[in-house]
């Protein structure tokens, strides 16, 4: 099944928005966590942590989920397919595994968010979960810089499914 072309097209800029603008919103939210654990002053520490909750449900978690899905309606519906050629399969798998990741660190994001709401958070509090936020982020930019390749590169290689496809045409 192959879509009409202007709505190939309208799929197409939809899942570039989502997916570099995802690209974007993590690279902020990085900045800010770097902000976070650099700072000594507990006013510009506190309000980055609201910010970054904030972000992270605002706009990377929608970001993320509209990637996903544009992707998915990408591969469905042009020749590329789902799970013809390995740079797909890898971007698909990529971007779930960044969406998990994501949902089990909104915890800590929001926990982290509340306590820098407090009056009394210092710069020196939970710490630990701070640097794991920042590390995380690192971590979400990087795959995202992956798949930003490989959507760009498209590297060849068929899957086993994409060779039986191949021949039966």
């Known amino acids: 099944m192959?879509?009409?072309?202007?709505?190939?097209?309208?799929?197409?800029?939809?899942?570039?928005?989502?997916?570099?603008?995802?690209?974007g919103a993590v690279a902020a939210f990085l900045a800010l966590a770097i902000a976070g654990l650099s700072s000594e002053d507990d006013h510009v520490v506190r309000s980055v942590y609201v910010t970054m909750e904030v972000i992270a449900r605002s706009?990377?978690?929608?970001?993320?989920?509209?990637?996903?899905?544009?992707?998915?309606?990408?591969?469905?519906?042009?020749?590329?397919?789902?799970?013809?050629?390995?740079?797909?399969?890898?971007k698909l798998l990529l971007t779930i595994f960044t969406a998990v990741v994501l949902m089990l660190q909104m915890s800590g994001i929001a926990h982290v968010a509340a306590l820098a709401a407090d009056p009394a958070f210092?710069?020196?509090?939970?710490?630990?979960?701070?640097?794991s936020l920042a590390v995380h982020a690192a971590g979400g930019l990087v795959?995202?810089?992956?798949?930003?390749?490989?959507?760009?590169?498209?590297?060849?290689?068929?899957?086993?499914?994409?060779?039986?496809?191949?021949?039966?045409?």
């Open 59 to 90: 706009v990377i978690v929608p970001l993320v989920f509209a990637s996903l899905a544009t992707g998915l309606i990408q591969s469905l519906g042009t020749t590329w397919g789902l799970f013809r050629h390995y740079w797909v399969l890898a």
């Open 2 to 23: 192959t879509m009409a072309p202007t709505l190939r097209k309208v799929a197409l800029i939809a899942h570039i928005i989502s997916s570099v603008g995802s690209l």
């Open 122 to 131: 210092s710069s020196t509090d939970p710490l630990g979960l701070r640097r």
């Open 143 to 169: 795959v995202l810089l992956v798949t930003t390749t490989l959507s760009v590169l498209k590297p060849r290689g068929l899957t086993r499914y994409g060779w039986r496809k191949l021949q039966r045409q």
